[in-house]
């Protein structure tokens, strides 16, 4: 077991690689990933599987879990190898543009998903870690401290990247030196996790695939609370990318104005989670996860109302983010935590990314069908344009309000 003072230098150098992985995600993720693969010439079909990529590569990380972690004993060890394996060689996926082929966005598609593979892998691994250096009475204050030092980050890092994407063109070069700079403190993520403090080894495997089945066997509140999040999830998730595609594709914002967008969502976050966590620990973090939630839910009845007018994205994307990365992605995640088995963390953690991505998985699946199924729809009423977008965005809505009462119907045992 770590020592209070261990455990203090260990929850200060979370921050810091919070802060480094931030700089990584944000010059090689979100909407400029999203941009790269239009850039590359994905189609609609192909952006939904670019969209479902991630939430497949955690519903099958469970068997490579049980097949490569069975034997580990070191959580340190099995992060700093999974993170060397990912986050310094992103840049790579740019280089997939210079195949002269029609192969080349399946071939970058394929590299990405062997990344999302292995940062599946070691998402389980790390959220475990944190809760041997965070006490459960802090997980609130804690959480939402790191989150605004990394949002804050964020926002700084993502308005950055995408003004060097329109300044160095939009092409090739730009998307490469991006992508390098992001890759540059993938190894320093690296780096900070090497100085990161460990329970000392011990005989304990990391991973014992026998408790899988358990975990789902046992009328926990884990177990209810994983089914009807899950059923709320993929029905956010039909959603798809295609927000991201419309602002691209229909609105013509440049990387400039989609970083300004990430910002203002950043800050939110920023401001608001350490409110939040607060909140939960105070209140409950079930108690606030259902408001969160509900208020969530309606709020993307504004995608399909969205308009390119930035008077409306700007504050728009702000209660998006106040609600639904500050609220209900904190809160969501120290509940997670509280309700975990003790027997079975490390396991529980992988079953629930598992179960919850494969419902990330077909929410966005059937998005791509659904925007082929609308692409001939196309009609206007008063300011807008009704289209494919807005259809999928609309079955999205209607599936979540759904979804949505059947989760405020949960009852749960324990008491946060």
Known sequence: MLNETQKSH???????????????????????????????????????????SGPLSNVIQPFFLAILGRNVTNKKKFIIISVALFKPLFFVLVLGSLINSGLKVWIAL?????FQIISSMAGPVWTRWMTDIVDREIYGRYFGFRNLITQIVAAA?????????????????????????????????????IHQDDEPLSNIKLINYHIFSDLLKMP??????????????????????????MMISKFKYDY???????????????????????????????????????????????????VPNIYYMIPFQLVLGIIG???????????????????????????YASITNLAAFGGNMISGFLFLLFSRIHFEFLIWNFDAYRFVFMVSVIASIIALYSFLKLKMIFKS
């Open 256 to 306: 400039a104005i989609l970083g300004l967008l990430s910002v203002v969502s950043s800050l939110a976050v920023a401001i608001f989670q350490p409110i939040f966590g607060k909140l939960g620990d105070k209140f409950g973090n079930f108690k606030i996860l259902r408001y969160t939630l509900i208020i969530q839910t309606i709020l993307n009845v504004g995608w399909i109302l969205a």
């Open 220 to 245: 926990t509140d884990y177990r209810k609370y994983m089914i009807s999040i899950t059923i709320w999830i993929f029905a956010m998730n039909i959603f798809g990318p295609y927000a991201t595609v």
């Open 157 to 193: 890092s993502t308005l950055l990247a995408g003004w060097l994407l329109d300044l160095w063109g939009k092409g090739f070069w730009a998307f490469l030196l991006v992508f390098l700079i992001g890759s540059f403190f993938g190894l320093l993520d690296v780096f900070t996790f």
């Open 110 to 114: 394929t590299i990405l998903f062997f």
């Open 325 to 351: 990365t500050a609220g209900t992605g904190l809160i969501s995640s120290n509940f997670l935590m509280e309700i975990v088995p003790t027997f079975g963390k490390t396991e529980a953690f992988v079953v």
């Open 10 to 52: 260990a929850r200060k150098i979370s921050i810091i690689e919070g802060c480094v992985s931030t700089v990584w995600s944000s010059f090689t993720g979100g909407n400029y990933l999203t941009g790269l693969f239009i850039w590359l010439g994905a189609g609609p079909l192909l952006i939904s599987l670019y969209g479902a």
